[in-house]
Each structure stands twice: as structure tokens, then as C-alpha cells.
T-cell receptor
Framework: SAVISQKPSRDICQRGTSLTIQCQVD?????MFWYRQQPGQSLTLIAT?????????ESGFVIDKFPISRPNLTFSTLTVSNMSPEDSSIYLC????????????FGPGTRLLVL | GNSVTQMEGPVTLSEEAFLTINCTYT??????LFWYVQYPGEGLQLLLK?????DKGSNKGFEATYRKETTSFHLEKGSVQVSDSAVYFC?????????FGGGTRLMVKP
């Protein structure tokens, strides 16, 4: 399976600021995914990022709030903009693998606390 | 649309007890089914998967069988350990889109 790293692993931020989260994969992948996990909750897909095209956002998530970059086949960033305490969550990236691309493997997550 | 329902936790067991975490799903087409585990302070790890009906996924003593007739993928382990304490997520994928259940917290006491 792919080895996925994320930076930072955790951060404490002030409201109104922005944080960019990096996701690095050890192999080339077509699609990368960004998820949010609010405290005590399950995972919610924010967006899907393909290299060379704009990210596709799920309902309830917009590009102005969560801009995503995908400059190459091994790297992506998610920015959480103009943060509020409600943005306090774990943010995870994932990649798909398997013969039918059916399996997703996750990074270790970025734990964000907004004060 | 697709959905996954799993039993609410927390599930509290003594060490060496038998574990079952129920998971049922609703999906169009023929989904692949997964169990992920999240240990305290960590990200999600793939625990096991099954890609077609009657397949059994297994890993680290955990097992789950893809039951199309009951649309279920229950997670079982014969003898749990304290180190199994974590949150377990059932999920399905019908093509690029993972749908997660709400998660079940397992607490194993010595």
C-alpha cells in the first residue's frame, strides 16, 4: 500500500487565520481525497483532487473556504481559510489503490484546534 | 443513495472476550466493503476488505464476511486484547466514493 505523510501533524491556530496542510505520497496516484473528521464523528469527504484539474467539492464545502492544490501526482495541499472554532477537526488525505481502485489508504491526519 | 449503518458504541469488553460489531449497508450496484480502525490519536488504517459476495476479509485475528443476502459485513474477533481498543469504521465503495458508517468505539478492559 502507498505510504502517505501529512504536515503538520497538529496545530493550534487563532480564528481568522489560514492553515495549509500538505499531503505527500510515495508513489504516483491519479486521485487524492481530502476528508474532515469532526470531534467524535465519522469522516466526511471534502473534495477529490485530480492532477491538472480543479478539485471537485462535495455539498457543503466550497473552494473559497477549502482551496486545494494538486501540482503533481504525488502531492496535494488543503488550505483551511479564515478559520473559526467550528473548523477544529482532524483533516485526512487519502489515495486510492487496488486493481479496481476500490481501496483508499489514509494519511495519519492533521489535528487542528482553532481558538 | 449509499449508506452504512453500524452499531453504536461504546462497546466495552473484557480481555479475551468475543467481539461482534454489526454493519449493514444500502448500496446501488456491487460495492466493495471495508473495515477501518482508528487507534487513539492516529489516522485511519485499513483493517480488512471484501470485494464480492461471500468473500471473507481477515487481518490481525479480525474477520468479516460479505453477505449480500443480508447486506451485512459484521466484524468479529474471537479474543480481544486491550490493544484492540480503538474506533472501528465500516465503509463501502461503489466507485471512487467511500461511504462511512458512524464508527463504533471499542474499549477492552484487562
Amino acid at each position: 500500500s502507498a505510504v502517505i505523510s501529512q504536515k503538520p501533524s497538529r496545530d493550534i491556530c487563532q480564528r481568522g487565520t489560514s492553515l495549509t496542510i500538505q499531503c505527500q505520497v510515495d508513489s504516483q496516484v491519479t486521485m487524492m481525497f481530502w476528508y474532515r473528521q469532526q470531534p467524535g464523528q465519522s469522516l466526511t469527504l471534502i473534495a477529490t483532487a485530480n492532477q491538472g484539474s480543479e478539485a471537485t467539492y462535495e455539498s457543503g464545502f466550497v473552494i473559497d473556504k477549502f482551496p486545494i492544490s494538486r501540482p503533481n501526482l504525488t502531492f496535494s495541499t488543503l488550505t483551511v481559510s479564515n478559520m473559526s472554532p467550528e473548523d477544529s477537526s482532524i483533516y485526512l488525505c487519502s489515495v486510492e489503490q487496488g486493481a479496481l481502485k476500490e481501496t483508499q489508504y489514509f494519511g495519519p491526519g492533521t489535528r487542528l484546534l482553532v481558538l | 443513495g449509499n449508506s452504512v449503518t453500524q452499531m453504536e458504541g461504546p462497546v466495552t469488553l473484557s480481555e479475551e472476550a468475543f467481539l461482534t460489531i454489526n454493519c449493514t449497508y444500502t448500496a446501488t450496484g456491487y460495492p466493495s466493503l471495508f473495515w477501518y480502525v482508528q487507534y487513539p490519536g492516529e489516522g485511519l488504517q485499513l483493517l480488512l476488505k471484501a470485494t464480492k459476495a461471500d468473500d471473507k476479509g481477515s487481518n490481525k485475528g479480525f474477520e468479516a464476511t460479505y453477505r449480500k443476502e443480508t447486506t451485512s459485513f459484521h466484524l468479529e474477533k474471537g479474543s480481544v486484547q486491550v490493544s484492540d481498543s480503538a474506533v472501528y469504521f465500516c465503509a463501502l465503495n461503489t466507485g471512487n466514493m467511500l461511504t462511512f458508517g458512524g464508527g463504533t468505539r471499542l474499549m477492552v478492559k484487562p
